[in-house]
Every structure is written in C-alpha cells, then in structure tokens.
C-alpha cells in the first residue's frame, strides 16, 4: 500500500514524536521537518519525493527498510541510517501529476539531494545511482557497509567529504563529480572496486581529491578509468589494476603501500611521483615515473614497460632477480622508452636455485637514452669465483658473469684414517673430490669408493685443465679382532682321583690372514677330579685378540652311601584326607664331595590316605648313584560339617501362632519346620545317634528347668532322596558314607504347657517361652568319638490366652463361684512372654447386660512379684465382696491384655458351689489377688 502526505495540500509535514512505517511505501510531497524519530521496517519504503525535508537536532532514522531520497535532504544533525537510495529518476506519470503541482516538471528527472552540515553514517546498504552529496557534513560508509555507485547518470559529491572503511562498488556509465573542494578518503580497510570502463572521477570546478589508504582496485572492464579534471589521486594504500585502463590525468602521488600492475596498465599525463612505497608488477606504464621507493618488475619474475621516462632518485631501489636466461619469464626486466635517469640502488638477487656460468649475459634494464648511474648495485658476487659485471650501453644495462678465481690449483682432503669394513681386509672409503672452477674436471685414483686395503694408500688427483695436481693418504685400520671356536666340554671319570685328557684345538678365522690360537693347559696335560676350565685365546697380525673357554669335568667313578630318615605315622588334616610332610632329608656320604639326594615324593609333598613308600636317590658328580626309602602313613579323623538352613546360626522354626492346645489339633498359621544338613567331611565312614533334644537357656542354668528333655515340642526326621521322611527317636542311628551329606528336618510342635502348681524343678514340656531356646545332639562313640549340636530358636506367638486351669489342653474356661457374701474368680493365663498388664471383669445378668462398673486390675507388679517362669502358664484368683446386694448377676466376662493382645471367656455363676475346691488348687503358680467390693469399688 502506498500512503501520501501533501499532494495537492502543499501541506508541510512536521515530526517530532514518532513516524512508523511498518509495511508499504509513505511519500512525502511537500517536504517537512523531524526532530523526532522517523522508523520505516524492513521491506517498507519512505519516500522524499520534493519539496524539501529537514532534520533537525534530535532527529534519527531508524529501522532496516528504505530511506529513498528524490528531492532534497536537508541533514543538520549528525544521523545513522540503515539503508538509502539516492535516485535520479523520470517519475511515473501520476507521480508526475503529484510532482508537477509542486514544481517538478511532468516531462523532466527528478535527482534526489543530501545536503547540510550534519554527517551521515551508512550502516547497510546505499544505492547512489544518481543525484548529489552537499552541503559541509561527511557521508561516512562504516566497516561492513556496502554503497553501490551503479546506473548511467552522473553523481555529484560537491564541498562534501566521503569516508570510507566499508566497501563502495563502481559501476554503470555514470560519472563521479567532485566539486567544490569535495574529498573522497578511502580509509585503511575500506574497498573501492572499479568494474566498470568509458567513466571518469573529475571536478567541474576545481578543488576536488581522491585519497586512498585503503584498497582502490579495477577489475572486470577491460576500458579506460580516468581520474582526471583536476582531481589529483594521493595514495598511502593499495592500488591493485587488475584489468585494462586506468588513468591518473591530475597526477599520482603514492607516499607508502603500492602500485600493483596485476593485469592491468596505466596511463597518465604527469609523471608517476612514487614518494614511498611499491611500483610492482608486469605491464605497460604510459608515462613517465619518477620512483624514490621500491620497483619490483613481475610477479618473480617480470617485466614493466614504461613509456617515457625513468627517473631514480637517490632514495629508489631497483629490484632485479635473476632465476635463468629468458627475460621476463626467468628475469626481471625493466623496459624504458625515453631517457633513463638513474641515480640510488640496484639490488640483484639470484632466485630457483639459478647458477649462472661465466659468460652467461642478462640485459636488466633498456633504455631510448642514459643519464647518471647506480649509486649502489648490490648482488654482483655470485661465488665460486663468479661475479655479475655491469655494462652500461648506450640502449642498455646488460649483467655480464665473469671470473674471479686465481689460476687453477687444487687442494686435496686432508689424510684419512678409517677402521676396516666387517669381515674384510681393509674398508670402502669415499671422499670428496677436489673442484676449483677454473681446473675443469677432476680425477682421483682411487677413485671414491674404492676398496682400500688394510695399510696406507696414496689418492692422486689430477684436474683436466693445467694446473698442479694433489694427493693425500687413506690409512685403514684392521680393528677387528679374530673369531676363535672352542671345542665343546668334556666329561671323564676316574676312580684315582686324577686323569690324563687328550682335546682338539681351538679353532680361528680372521678377516686378515695371520691369527693364531693356543689353549692353557695344553691338551694331554693330567687333570685332577671336579670341574677345570681351559682358555683359549687367538691373535692377528694388528694384535686383535679373543678368546673363548670350555670345561674339562673329570668325575669320581665311586658311588656314594645314603641313609633315609625312619617311617612315619601322621594324622590327616581336616576335610582334605590327606597331611602335608616335612621331613629330613636323607644322610649321605661320598669320597668325591658334591653328591646330592633327590627324594619322591619330595619333602613338603601331600601324602594321601594309606601308606606311601618315599624313595631317596643319591647322586654324585660323576653320576653315581645309590637308592634308599622310607614309609609314610596318614590316619584318618572323624569330622562332619553342619549347614542350616538359611545359613543361621541357629535353626528358627515359627513362628506358631497360636500355639497349639491339642497334638491333634495343629495350628492354622504355622512354619513349624527347619531343615539342616549333616556332611561326613571324614575321610571314613561315620555312624551318629541322636543322644538328646534338650532345653537350653536362662531357665536351665538358673535350675528353673531341671528335666530338660524338649522332645515334646521338638521331634527330628530323617529326608530320603527322594523327599521321604524316617522319624528319629532318642536313640536312632544315622550311618554316612565317606563325603555324603543327609538331609535333616526339625518339627516344632508347641502345646500350651499345663499349669503345674509349682515355679522350680520345672521339666522343658511345662515352659514354652518366646523364643524357646534348645539343642540337638548327636554322638558317635568309639575310637572316633563325635559330638554334633545344633541350636534351635523356636518362635511361638506372644499373645495371651485364657486355658482351662484343670486341663490346659482343654478349651479354655473360667470358674465363677459363689460363697455366702463373696464371688470368686479363677481364671489359668498363658503368655511366651508373659507381659499380661491387665484383667477385666464384667459382671452380667441373665440378659447378659452389664450389672455393675467393669473392673480393670492391673497385673503388673502381681506378676513381677511373683516366681513364675516366663513361658509357664500360670492361675489368677479373684474375690468381690456384695453378693447379696447383687442378686442380679448371674454370670461374669473376664477379659485378659498384654502388650498387643487380649483374650475374653463368659463365665456362668456355679449356683450351690463354694470357693473350697479352687481353694485346694491355690499353690505355687497362682497369683491370689487381694479382694475387691462391689459395694465400694475399690479394693
């Protein structure tokens, strides 16, 4: 969409808030003036279309769009703009319409302006295809900006200085005009890229300048580029000409970087002044150059033709490199139509290894005519006698290679000593021929790597041009010292203790002939028993020596005497059937000395089961032998190895819960069974009677529990392989194989213990605590005795319960009597823990409604004071005063707690009975608790 703002109004637009162009085009047609903030986004345009807008202080522009400028820009404050066009245009026909009511002709171009003292800065891109740059202010291009100079019409940059340090590209037909003292700087960094020919910078008033410390280069065009008109080119960067023409028609100053001809040439109408700097290259300058810096013609190497003169001041240097014959290919060449003013250095380098002959010619330099000379010309010495000879002609300076060497002489290497080669009577020696240039070619005999002898050889040298000859001595050294072969060790025997030995002679080689051997003792000298050593030892003629040795062994012929230590007899070691045995050795006795034992088994060995025969074998140097033996015998241990299940330490059946009244009434919650294995480690049979199952702990060491036989809760059976069960009663024998492990199940089988009446001389089956602690025990009597016990932890449950005081395996009951003005209560209690802290009663009527307040008795310091084992059921008796005054009741519901449980029974009132038959039951075990009223509550 496109938005208007004073066509047809000649209204002034003023800003100074916020103008926001977020999408399409906004066109000013009348001019106007911001101090505010003028944003147009990106892919938005805003449009100077005529008249003349203003910003003033205070103004910016922002935002990534377009700031498109057809008439005139006033800027007189410094502002940052993204992106721009500067146009020069024919307007559409409607536009024309628009313009022409506002002084722009209908027929004519429009040509967009920034003028003013304010400084505008480009941080994107601009596009300058045509109009013009005023006013006092700077047009500054930042790093990383882009300004296109593009189209065919004309761009005027007019008393305005442009900066650059982005990248301006040149292209189209339309000339740069600077007028009015206009600059264009472009800075360290920046890039002016010229693609584009048929175009000229100049100033059509005078005063304008180009200024390059950047880089200012041509490409692509093979035309003309002038800068002319009275715009001199300064330049302090680089000037890269990379394709056709470039002219400088105001002059060209270079102070420092340099003047690359990269493909391109130049042409100018005042001299080239290179102040400083580089004048490098291949190619044409149409001109004359005069050079206080650096010419390097080519690209190493090249050549640079100039048309005109060449002038060389005190402070320019020529750089000529020479790599071969062939000018401008191989080396540099520089070609000066006019006259050749000459005066500073000329530096010649050689380049690629080049190595001129004397003789060989290079015309660096070529000239119409010749004024002056080199100050200085470095790089004439080449070496090897060899130098460049200048010759300045009349059209030329030509390098001419002469010789500087003496007449020819040469100089030997001085002589030589090496060592003789491996295996070889002297060595090949190479050596360094002697070479002078001027002597030719030189000839050694020997010649390098020659064979040399062992001893002292003349070389004589001798070169191919006259000249006096040389010589010198190589000495090879035999250094190798000769290889000698002893004969192999000998063995003899004598029963005289000395013998007489015949052996052949050490053997030599030598890389040199001459070595000789002689061994110490000679052969058949008399050699004495035990071990003789005989060296040997063999020399050359340079007095190189080895030697080598072997052994003469001459044995003792008689055989020793041994005597083995007496039989032994040893128990096994645990669970491995067999005992390890230490023991002395054997005593032996021999003339010679050195005879040794060897016994098998030997001492520290493993003997099995049984009886082994140790055999002892004695063995002197010389081989003799004499035999003896000794017995060992290994008798058995009985040992078993008990595992139980789980892997505790104790087997732990239950728990039961809640034990059992009846043997034949088992529980309904029960792990009543532990099984436990038995294994004969014995390397023998063994035979086990099961001797006892008797109760251990607290109760029996204290002699609470006198008979501890706990056979009545705990029974053991036999497991078959095939999971058949043999009970085991006290008695029953269990035979092992050697190795075999029997499977063993205990049974628990807990009864609520029968009250008793008494608290000591206790039997086990009367106390079933929480846990019930007892033990197993089998034996094997014999030579072999065994005693095998096995722990039992047994867990029934802690609850309490209320058990018939006549008949604990009985259902359980409760005695309700009467006796004039007295009920009487008794009740029989079983707890494993015995932590009973409480009774209830609660006495009812025959509608079973409760007649009185419950009755709570605290049973703690009842029990504690009294005797009773934990785990032996036990009797409470219980008083109340006022039955009379309670004709009502008829029964009572005792109800007994402990820590977690609790336990009720309803007791009918025994009508005619009195309390004297559960006075005869009163004893040891009965807690009679004191008497209770009715009538007050309370005891």
């Not at 083995?564 to 645990?574: G, H, K, Q, R």
Request: glycine share 12%.
């Amino acid at each position: 969409s496109q938005s208007e703002i004073g066509f047809g109004s000649f209204v002034t637009f003023s800003n100074t808030g916020l103008v926001d162009v977020l999408t399409g085009r906004l066109t000013f047609f009348d001019g106007g003036t911001s101090s505010g903030v003028l944003n147009v986004a990106s892919g938005a345009v805003i449009d100077f279309f005529a008249g003349t807008f203003t910003l003033n202080q205070g103004a910016t522009l922002t935002g990534n769009g377009v700031f498109s400028i057809l008439s005139d820009l006033a800027v007189n404050t410094p502002v940052t703009v993204t992106n721009f066009d500067i146009v020069t245009a024919i307007p559409s026909r409607p536009a024309a319409r628009k313009g022409a009511r506002k002084g722009v002709s209908p027929s004519g171009f429009i040509s967009g302006t920034i003028s003013g003292p304010g400084n505008v800065t480009l941080t994107g891109t601009g596009n300058f295809a045509g109009g013009t740059m005023s006013g006092t202010g700077a047009t500054i291009i930042n790093s990383g900006a882009v300004l296109n100079v593009s189209g065919n019409f004309d761009k005027t940059i007019s008393q305005r200085t442009v900066n650059n340090s982005g990248t301006v590209n040149w292209t189209g037909l339309g000339k740069i005009i600077l007028d009015n003292g206009a600059t264009f700087n472009n800075q360290t960094g920046g890039l002016f890229h010229a693609q584009n020919d048929g175009v000229e910078i100049f100033s059509s008033s005078g005063g304008g300048a180009f200024n390059n410390a950047g880089t200012f280069r041509k490409t692509t065009a093979p035309g003309l580029i002038n800068i002319t008109g009275g715009v001199p080119f300064n330049n302090s960067g680089s000037v890269d000409v990379q394709s056709g023409l470039l002219g400088f028609g105001s002059g060209y100053t270079q102070t420092a970087g340099s003047l690359l001809l990269n493909g391109g040439n130049v042409i100018t109408d005042s001299a080239l002044n290179i102040q400083g700097g580089l004048l490098s290259g291949s190619g044409t300058i149409n001109g004359s150059v005069v050079s206080g810096g650096q010419v390097n013609p080519g690209g190493s190497p090249g050549i640079i033709n100039i048309l005109g003169d060449y002038t060389q001041t005190l402070s320019g240097v020529l750089n000529i490199e020479v790599g071969g014959l062939a000018a401008g290919s191989q080396y540099d060449q520089l070609i000066i139509s006019g006259v050749a003013n000459l005066d500073g250095t000329l530096n010649i380098s050689l380049i690629n290894s080049f190595n001129p002959n004397v003789g060989d010619q290079f015309v660096v330099v070529s000239y119409g005519s010749l004024a002056g000379s080199f100050a200085t010309i470095n790089g004439l010495t080449i070496g090897g006698g060899r130098s460049f000879q200048p010759s300045f002609n009349a059209t030329n300076l030509t390098l001419q290679v002469v010789s500087t060497s003496l007449p020819c002489a040469l100089t030997c290497p001085r002589d030589m000593t090496v060592n003789s080669d491996p295996a070889r009577c002297g060595a090949v020696v190479s050596y360094t021929v002697p070479s002078v240039t001027v002597c030719g070619t030189t000839t050694c005999t020997p010649p390098p790597g020659a064979f040399f002898p062992v001893g002292v050889t003349t070389v004589n040298c001798v070169p191919s041009s006259s000249g006096a000859g040389c010589s010198f001595n190589v000495t090879v050294i035999d250094n190798e010292p000769p290889r000698i072969t002893c004969p192999g060790n000998i063995t003899t025997s004598t029963t005289t203790g000395s013998t007489i030995v015949d052996y052949v002679l050490a053997s030599t080689t030598d890389n040199c002939p001459g070595a000789s051997a002689i061994c110490l003792p000679p052969s058949g000298t008399v050699f004495p028993l035990g071990t003789n050593t005989v060296n040997c030892s063999a020399t050359d003629a340079a007095r190189n020596s080895s030697s080598c040795a072997f052994i003469i062994t001459v044995n003792d012929g008689r055989s020793p005497t041994i005597t083995c230590p007496p039989n032994v007899i040893l128990d096994a070691t645990p669970g491995v059937c067999s005992a390890t045995f230490n023991y002395s050795p054997p005593v032996v006795v021999d003339t010679a000395q050195g005879a040794t034992a060897v016994c098998t088994p030997p001492s520290g060995s493993i003997f099995p089961l049984g009886t082994t025969t140790v055999f002892c074998t004695a063995t002197n140097q010389a081989g003799n032998r004499a035999t003896c033996s000794f017995t060992v015998t290994v008798a058995s241990p009985q040992i078993v190895r008990v595992s139980l299940e789980g892997g505790d330490a104790s087997l732990q059946p239950g728990p039961v819960d809640p034990p059992i009244r009846q043997r034949n009434n088992p529980p309904q919650s029960c792990d009543c069974e532990s099984t436990f294995t038995i294994e004969n480690a014995s390397c023998a049979p063994v035979s086990l009677t099961l001797s006892e199952i008797a109760r251990t702990g607290a109760d029996v060491d204290n002699g609470r529990i006198t008979n501890r036989n706990d056979s009545g809760f705990f029974s053991v059976r036999l497991v078959a392989a095939d999971q058949s069960e043999t009970p085991l009663n006290i008695g029953s024998q269990v035979s092992f194989s050697q190795g075999q492990v029997r499977t063993f199940r205990l049974v628990f089988n807990p009864v609520v213990p029968a009250f008793t009446g008494r608290t000591t001389n206790l039997s086990a089956s009367n106390v079933l605590p929480d846990p019930v602690t007892s033990r197993v025990v089998f034996n094997q009597g014999g030579a072999f005795p065994l005693s095998v016990a096995i722990p039992i932890s047994g867990r029934v449950s802690t609850g309490v319960q209320l058990i018939n005081p006549e008949n604990s395996r009985d259902n359980k009951r409760v005695i309700f009597t009467r006796t004039g003005n007295e009920f009487t209560i008794s009740l029989a209690v079983f707890d494993s823990n015995l932590d009973v802290n409480r009774i209830r009663y609660e006495f009812l009527d025959g509608q079973g409604r409760l007649v009185d307040q419950a009755f709570d008795i605290d049973m703690t310091d009842p029990i504690r004071q009294s005797n009773i084992a934990r785990g032996q059921s036990f009797r409470v008796v219980q008083r109340f005063a006022g039955a009379n005054t309670r004709p009502a009741i008829n029964s009572v519901r005792v109800t007994v707690f402990d820590a977690n449980s609790n336990d009720t029974f309803t007791a009918q009132l025994q009508r005619g009975t009195n309390g004297a038959a559960i006075q005869t039951l009163i004893g040891e075990g009965t807690i009679m608790l004191r008497r209770l009223s009715l009538d007050r509550g309370q005891y």
